[in-house]
């Protein structure tokens, strides 16, 4: 069938150099492109928007800057439940300084309950909400124009958008009151210093690309980029989410290079030893068209490396029936009861992350080494001694080196960062360790000079005209609002808002193990408001049937003014539950799927005692 008749599917939970291991044999050996992460469910967005943006992926701030902003606005992020380390550091140094909390998010979270301000805008129109912001600023003569003339190009293309969105437009879309949008655009560009973190409220929407760039607009125009309590942070979605970014070769080539760039592909193809016209000229299938060429009969065959798309993807009847076209699929993981190993010819069972050795990289571009603390049990095997034995089958004569020890793979990556914008030239394991994680950039030359890593935080895009486009300036980018969501009507009247809780993680693959995790959370249930259960005669505890247009579910209704009457809010964890209800639009830029905006009905269910027993049969593993 030809070498793009298989596709590879990673994630963003293994070791750096584990992806870089699989980056070189999957571009330089196998051949494939169609190559992605599961980090397109989470971080894509963010990733296009940065792009966009700024010439290229990488966030410009740290998580020290939570100790010098004036002025904090949380995009669609919960930090308690999402991310409750990072919480207590941003709720420690508020404490400590007083600055304003702006919480933008339709539903009331942990997070909003403590915010200054509260913005529970209608689902998907943070675009709206930003372009009104930005109007404000500029018709009031609040952007730091003296950043703008050095730093960026496009403002007047952006000023003939935003005059389109005065507050009161803006407000009538946005579900909120026109005070409000004047009130947190003031309390912004007046900030000394004002920051933006954003998770996957922004990113998991048809417009979530243009909800990332829209933040950088809002940060470009008041001069908060580059400066210590002024940035756009992405808050990543798993724990190594920036090393797949960085290092897997998954959008292209190692350390942000293109496959759309010549150079690129010959400086690769000359460190690894393969002929450069065996890399493809543009990079292939997104995870979620994968699915869809599946379906055509275009892909036959599927390897599967941590990550479990029965469980995780939009619409399961849709890639249920994809999985079982397939002509051969390999499911690589550390467990081998996933939903998606059902579908495998082949299982690989790979070890965690506490039983092998490699560095992973935070949000905030800090690379910290993993060391193991035991061996995998029976025959599992590192991801890494996996890809190896793999690289052995397609690079018989060894035309291709590959190290066997994370340490040896490490200076390799280190030895091709010299001069690009994720420079690690500087570091070594041994290094990492001693200073208990370094940020990148950190360069050879810094390391021979006897400098020491900060200690503190390091961000990017720190002197005028420094960004990534030729040019040296990060571009402010015109965003008309596109309402291309599924929205509530007649026969699905209420919005359905997905999102994760404190007590487990993704799907569940792990957590769904831990008798203490499923204790506190045990079923799927969704959060409705007390007046909208009044109506339907629904009662706490009872279970009831959501219905969309793809499919059904069975949940436990709880009453709670989190949400406002025309929402539900349904936990995503739980196989074969929330994504049999969601849509799966894909945002054009970025791929990503917009999980937090699909329209259901509610229905009441008879007979409880059958409810009670789909319910048990979601939860089993």
């Given at each position: 069938y030809g070498r793009d008749s298989v596709a590879v599917i990673s994630t963003g939970q293994m070791l750096t150099e584990e992806f870089y291991t699989l980056g070189k044999l999957t571009r330089g050996l196998i051949g494939t492109n169609n190559y992605d992460g599961n980090t397109t469910l989470c971080m894509a967005s963010a990733v296009s928007g940065y792009k966009r943006s700024f010439g290229s992926d990488g966030p410009p701030g740290c998580y020290?800057?939570?100790?010098?902003?004036?002025?904090?606005?949380?995009?669609?992020?919960?930090?308690?439940?999402?991310?409750?380390?990072?919480?207590?550091?941003?709720?420690?140094?508020?404490?400590?300084?007083?600055?304003?909390?702006i919480v933008v998010d339709p539903r009331v979270t942990m997070l909003a309950q403590n915010a200054d301000r509260h913005l529970p805008i209608t689902p998907g129109t943070d675009v709206v909400l930003q372009n009104a912001l930005m109007h404000v600023i500029l018709n009031e003569g609040l952007?730091?124009?003296?950043?703008?003339?050095?730093?960026?190009?496009?403002?007047?293309?952006?000023?003939?958008?935003?005059q389109k969105y005065d507050p009161?437009?803006?407000?009538?879309?946005?579900?909120?009151?026109?005070?409000?949008?004047?009130?947190?655009?003031?309390?912004?560009?007046?900030?000394?210093?004002?920051?933006?973190?954003?998770?996957?409220?922004?990113?998991?929407?048809?417009?979530?690309?243009?909800?990332?760039?829209?933040?950088?607009?809002?940060?470009?125009?008041?001069?908060?980029?580059?400066?210590?309590?002024?940035?756009?942070?992405?808050?990543?979605?798993?724990?190594?989410?920036?090393?797949?970014r960085e290092w897997s070769s998954c959008s292209g080539l190692p350390n942000y290079r293109l496959l759309e760039v010549p150079e690129h592909r010959a400086e690769i193809a000359r460190f690894w030893n393969v002929d450069p016209e065996f890399f493809p000229k543009k990079r292939g299938m997104f995870q979620t068209d994968i699915y869809h060429a599946i379906e055509s009969g275009q892909i036959k065959g599927l390897w599967l490396i941590a990550t479990n798309p029965m469980s995780?993807?939009?619409?399961?009847?849709?890639?249920?029936?994809?999985?079982?076209?397939?002509?051969?699929?390999?499911?690589?993981?550390?467990?081998?009861?996933?939903?998606?190993?059902?579908?495998?010819?082949?299982?690989?069972?790979?070890?965690?992350?506490?039983?092998?050795?490699?560095?992973?990289?935070?949000?905030?571009?800090?690379?910290?080494?993993?060391k193991p603390i035991s061996t995998p049990p029976g025959e599992a095997k590192p991801d890494l001694w996996i890809f190896n034995r793999m690289a052995e089958r397609f690079n018989r004569e060894g035309?291709?080196?590959?190290?066997?020890?994370?340490?040896?793979?490490?200076?390799?990556?280190?030895?091709?960062?010299?001069?690009?914008?994720?420079?690690?030239?500087?570091?070594?394991?041994?290094?990492?360790?001693?200073?208990?994680?370094?940020?990148?950039?950190?360069?050879?030359?810094?390391?021979?000079?006897?400098?020491?890593p900060p200690s503190g935080g390091k961000r990017l895009y720190t002197r005028d005209a420094s960004f990534s486009y030729p040019d040296g300036r990060a571009k402010l980018i015109p965003l008309p609002f596109i309402d291309n969501n599924e929205v509530p009507d007649e026969k699905f009247p209420v919005w359905l808002n997905t999102g994760?809780?404190?007590?487990?993680?993704?799907?569940?693959?792990?957590?769904?193990?831990?008798?203490?995790?499923?204790?506190?959370?045990?079923?799927?249930?969704?959060?409705?408001?007390?007046?909208?259960?009044?109506?339907?005669?629904?009662?706490?505890?009872?279970?009831?049937?959501?219905?969309?247009?793809?499919?059904?579910?069975?949940?436990?209704?709880?009453?709670?003014?989190?949400?406002?009457?025309n929402m539900v809010f349904l936990p995503f964890h739980f196989h074969d539950c929330a994504n049999r209800l969601t849509l799966g639009l894909l945002d054009p830029h970025s791929r990503q799927p917009a999980y937090k905006q699909s329209a259901v009905r509610i229905e009441p269910i008879a007979d409880q005692r059958a409810a009670a027993r789909l319910s048990m049969e979601m939860r089993k593993f």
């Open positions: 020290e800057d939570f100790e010098h902003t004036d002025c904090l606005i949380a995009w669609g992020s919960n930090l308690p439940e999402q991310h409750p380390i990072i919480y207590w550091r941003m709720k420690e140094a508020q404490e400590k300084r007083g600055f304003p909390l952007q730091d124009q003296t950043y703008i003339d050095a730093n960026t190009t496009g403002l007047e293309a952006l000023r003939a958008e935003v009161v437009t803006a407000a009538k879309i946005c579900g909120i009151d026109e005070d409000s949008i004047r009130h947190v655009a003031r309390l912004f560009a007046n900030a000394g210093a004002a920051m933006q973190i954003w998770t996957m409220g922004i990113n998991q929407s048809t417009h979530g690309s243009d909800g990332v760039v829209g933040i950088n607009n809002l940060a470009l125009l008041t001069g908060n980029i580059g400066k210590p309590g002024g940035t756009s942070l992405s808050i990543t979605g798993q724990c190594n989410a920036m090393g797949t995780s993807l939009p619409n399961t009847a849709r890639i249920r029936r994809a999985m079982e076209k397939l002509e051969f699929c390999a499911v690589q993981d550390c467990y081998q009861d996933t939903e998606s190993a059902q579908y495998a010819h082949v299982y690989l069972p790979a070890g965690t992350w506490a039983e092998k050795e490699g560095v992973m990289t935070n949000t905030e571009r800090r690379i910290n080494l993993v035309r291709v080196k590959f190290p066997e020890q994370a340490p040896e793979i490490f200076l390799e990556m280190a030895s091709i960062s010299t001069g690009r914008l994720a420079d690690i030239s500087g570091m070594n394991h041994a290094l990492i360790e001693r200073n208990r994680g370094i940020q990148w950039p950190y360069t050879r030359e810094q390391a021979e000079r006897g400098e020491a994760r809780l404190i007590e487990h993680w993704h799907g569940r693959t792990k957590t769904g193990k831990i008798g203490n995790n499923n204790k506190y959370s045990p079923i799927p249930f969704i959060e409705i408001n007390p007046d909208l259960a009044s109506e339907l005669g629904i009662r706490r505890g009872d279970y009831v049937r959501l219905v969309s247009r793809r499919s059904d579910a069975v949940v436990m209704a709880q009453p709670t003014q989190r949400v406002p009457k």
